[in-house]
């Protein structure tokens, strides 16, 4: 009888330790997962969008900032979260053919102007002081609260800029510039006064990896669209109003944000590979010395997307579908779509469709000369076949 009792009791141990290390080996897994979702530290999303150029054919530094504020709107950051920085408004110039639209592709389907856009600095509010004074927060009591940068020690911050650089600087509307050493001391403000957790700073100008050589401040990540001595070039041009819509760099940065969503685990590295020499034609550039985390680790949307507060659980919950109830809603979704109006931008095609899209037929009007040639020729045959002394018939 001892022997059976004891197999039986030693079924019963092992029995116990392996439901023990399954408990635990699923704890151990949710913990995993709580650690992954929460390992970049930061609470809130902040988004600075800087466009630095005026005057109409600078129509793409516009577009090129737009279209990284409409991405990041779609992916989640809220207007309270974002100072946009538009030096000059392309939608409302006399030049353009199609008021109020800024487009970023010849085939001008993706308006990213939109219908909502809310511009914190504009015209001759962009300037080189009011700009570090947002990053710093060193802004006057009587600004409004939707142009002050309101983070704190668990933001992280996407700056963005674009307009024309050289070595070590960046101009504002041709009459003042920003020195790198300028931009690395208001980061190290920024720092000082625990107003970022994690930052990315990308860059589209002309010798853009000068713009990041004198950071020194930590938990920093700097993109570029070209090295020192390159030219950073532009694209798609469009005849139809004399200017280039996009730069190449932010047009391939764009084009793969597209394919981005919320619950994206795309990483940094993917960004790092966007646009390569063959397509850019210069070299864009990356700067990870200062960021602590390895980049494959950081999702694209710790920047470009928002916080979610979700709950890990391990319960089961059940869903019982009521059939009145869905009916009711199908049917006032259906009245929904009937009363539905244009898209909202943020709802428009994907850039990756608008691409490879056939574009319109434009309809056909005769050339400028082509009326008043043909006037000519009418005149020159009545001319030979009546000749002058019938005038007087005419006036």
């Given at each position: 009888?001892?022997?059976?009792?004891?197999?039986?009791?030693?079924?019963?141990?092992?029995?116990?330790?392996?439901?023990?290390?399954?408990?635990?080996?699923?704890a151990?897994?949710?913990?995993?997962?709580?650690?992954?979702?929460?390992?970049?530290?930061?609470?809130?999303?902040?988004?600075?969008?800087?466009?630095?150029?005026?005057f109409?054919?600078?129509?793409?530094?516009?577009?090129?900032?737009?279209?990284?504020?409409?991405?990041?709107?779609?992916?989640?950051?809220?207007?309270?979260?974002?100072?946009?920085?538009?030096?000059?408004?392309?939608?409302?110039?006399?030049?353009?053919?199609?008021?109020a639209?800024?487009?970023?592709?010849?085939?001008?389907?993706?308006?990213?102007?939109?219908?909502?856009?809310?511009v914190?600095?504009?015209?001759?509010?962009?300037?080189?002081?009011?700009?570090?004074?947002?990053?710093?927060?060193?802004?006057?009591?009587?600004?409004?609260?939707?142009?002050?940068?309101?983070?704190?020690?668990?933001?992280?911050?996407?700056?963005?800029?674009?307009?024309?650089?050289?070595n070590?600087?960046?101009?504002?509307?041709?009459?003042?510039?920003?020195?790198?050493?300028?931009?690395?001391?208001?980061?190290?403000?920024?720092?000082q006064?625990?107003?970022?957790?994690?930052?990315?700073?990308?860059?589209?100008?002309?010798?853009?990896?000068?713009?990041?050589?004198?950071f020194?401040?930590?938990?920093?990540?700097?993109?570029?669209?070209?090295?020192?001595?390159?030219?950073?070039?532009?694209?798609?041009?469009?005849?139809?109003?004399?200017?280039?819509?996009?730069?190449?760099?932010t047009?391939?940065?764009?084009?793969?944000?597209?394919?981005?969503?919320?619950?994206?685990?795309?990483?940094?590295?993917?960004?790092?590979?966007?646009?390569?020499?063959?397509?850019?034609?210069?070299?864009?550039?990356?700067?990870?010395?200062?960021?602590?985390?390895?980049?494959?680790?950081?999702?694209?949307?710790?920047?470009?997307?928002?916080v979610?507060?979700?709950?890990?659980?391990?319960?089961?919950?059940?869903?019982?579908?009521?059939?009145?109830?869905?009916?009711?809603?199908?049917?006032?979704?259906?009245?929904?779509?009937?009363?539905?109006?244009?898209?909202?931008?943020?709802?428009?095609?994907?850039?990756?469709?608008?691409?490879?899209?056939?574009?319109?037929?434009?309809?056909?009007?005769?050339?400028?000369?082509?009326?008043?040639g043909?006037?000519?020729l009418?005149?020159?045959?009545?001319?030979?076949?009546?000749?002058?002394?019938?005038?007087?018939?005419?006036f």
């Open positions: 009888m001892a022997a059976p009792c004891f197999l039986t009791l030693r079924v019963a141990t092992l029995a116990a330790l392996a439901l023990l290390s399954l408990g635990s080996s699923a151990g897994h949710i913990e995993d997962q709580a650690e992954q979702f929460f390992r970049s530290g930061h609470t809130n999303n902040w988004a600075v969008l800087v466009c630095t150029s005026r109409w054919f600078n129509y793409r530094h516009v577009a090129n900032t737009l279209s990284v504020y409409r991405s990041v709107k779609r992916l989640g950051i809220p207007d309270s979260h974002i100072v946009l920085m538009l030096a000059d408004d392309m939608a409302c110039n006399a030049r353009n053919p199609k008021p639209t800024v487009f970023s592709h010849k085939n001008m389907e993706l308006n990213v102007y939109g219908d909502d856009v809310e914190d600095y504009r015209s001759y509010e962009v300037t080189v002081e009011n700009f570090l004074r947002v990053l710093t927060g060193r802004v006057p009591p009587s600004t409004p609260r939707s142009k002050r940068l309101l983070s704190d020690d668990r933001s992280n911050i996407l700056i963005y800029m674009t307009g024309h650089g050289g070590g600087f960046l101009k504002f509307q041709d009459s003042e510039e920003i020195t790198n050493i300028e931009l690395a001391d208001a980061f190290e403000q920024m720092w006064k625990r107003r970022y957790n994690e930052l990315l700073f990308i860059i589209d100008t002309c010798q853009g990896a000068s713009m990041y050589e004198r020194y401040s930590p938990n920093i990540m700097a993109l570029a669209s070209s090295q020192v001595g390159e030219d950073s070039l532009s694209h798609q041009p469009d005849p139809a109003i004399g200017v280039h819509l996009m730069d190449r760099y047009f391939y940065v764009l084009e793969f944000l597209e394919e981005i969503n919320p619950a994206s685990q795309t990483n940094m590295n993917d960004l790092f590979q966007v646009c390569p020499k063959s397509l850019c034609v210069s070299t864009p550039g990356h700067r990870t010395d200062l960021f602590q985390r390895d980049p494959k680790n950081v999702l694209i949307t710790d920047f470009f997307g928002s979610r507060k979700v709950e890990i659980t391990t319960e089961k919950i059940s869903l019982q579908w009521d059939s009145q109830v869905v009916d009711s809603s199908s049917k006032e979704d259906g009245t929904a779509e009937e009363r539905m109006g244009p898209l909202k931008y943020a709802e428009q095609l994907p850039v990756a469709q608008i691409i490879h899209q056939k574009p319109k037929p434009r309809d056909w009007h005769p050339p400028g000369g082509f009326i008043l043909l006037w000519a009418i005149i020159m045959v009545f001319f030979k076949t009546y000749g002058i002394k019938h005038m007087k018939f005419i």
